[in-house]
């Protein structure tokens, strides 16, 4: 009997314990609760602490109320130009209406579900009236600003507030870029044969005036070279003429000397002279 009565409690108190358990529950500060009531919404707890709930009848869901982010899946838009471009991006927002959110959207997985069915044509929108060099340039920053305007005034029905949109990267599918690339390489190569052809024509240029230039020196010093050495002869030929003219004896035994220093000076040179001839007469006696 006694056996039986404390079995009686203990399962008593189990059964309470579960039926307390299943009558609370607890609201962090970055979440908020849905009630829901055999399926259908009760009410929205947004205050955190320890709450209140009817047990095996009611039952909790919790959203987070921090700002999130969703990476958009890559996607393929035409730009302005009519290029093809590559964009990829991310968005964060905020779940504002809890009970809009479950309503039409119900999970994380089924807004990124929606959103992904929104944003390309949005993108598609915002970005096929600009240029890829527009995208690539500081108007960046008012393209990805529209695009967050148009994407906010849709989420409004999914219960969110999308806070930020931000292209990571916007770029040409790779069969384009490729051919853009080797477009790009030959209008190089153009470029640079072009530059080589100017290069040459101002080089053979150059050389040619540094050609005149060299002639035209080296015929004026030449010029100068004659007019100096036609300056420097004359002077001397005054010299000579004036100690000629001051000593004759002297200058005719200079003159003399200078002509044995010329002829005697090799050693491998032979003279046959008369004795008498007046090439030696300053070699006799007393000059005689």
Sequence with gaps: ???????????????????????????????????????KMVHVVET?????KVPFIQDVKFFDRQLLTYNLPVIEVNAGDQKR?????????????????????GT?????????????????EVIGRVTLSEMLSQN????????????QASAKAFGIDISDVRIIRADLPSENSEAIFNRMESERRQEAKQFRAEGNEQAQGIRAKAERERT??????????????????????????EAFGKDKEFFEFYRSMMAYKEALGDQTTTLVLSPNSSFFRFMGQNGK
Excluded: C, H
């Design 140 to 151: 960046r920053a008012n393209i990805m600003s529209e695009i967050q305007k148009k994407a």
């Design 1 to 39: 009997m006694k056996q039986t009565t404390l079995t009686g409690i203990v399962a008593f108190g189990v059964a309470l314990l579960i039926l307390v358990s299943s009558s609370f529950f607890i609201v962090n500060q970055t979440e908020n609760a849905l009630v829901l009531q055999f399926g």
């Design 216 to 241: 035209v020196l080296i015929a004026e010093a030449r010029k100068k070279s004659e007019i100096l050495r036609g300056e420097g002869d004359s002077e001397a030929t005054r010299i000579y003429a």
């Design 108 to 124: 994380k997985e089924g807004l990124q579900n929606r959103l992904g069915k929104i944003m390309p044509d949005i993108m598609q």
């Design 85 to 105: 471009m590559v964009v990829d991006m991310y968005l964060r927002y905020r779940i504002t209406d809890v009970l809009t959110f479950f309503k039409n959207v």
């Design 48 to 52: 955190p602490g320890l709450k209140l």
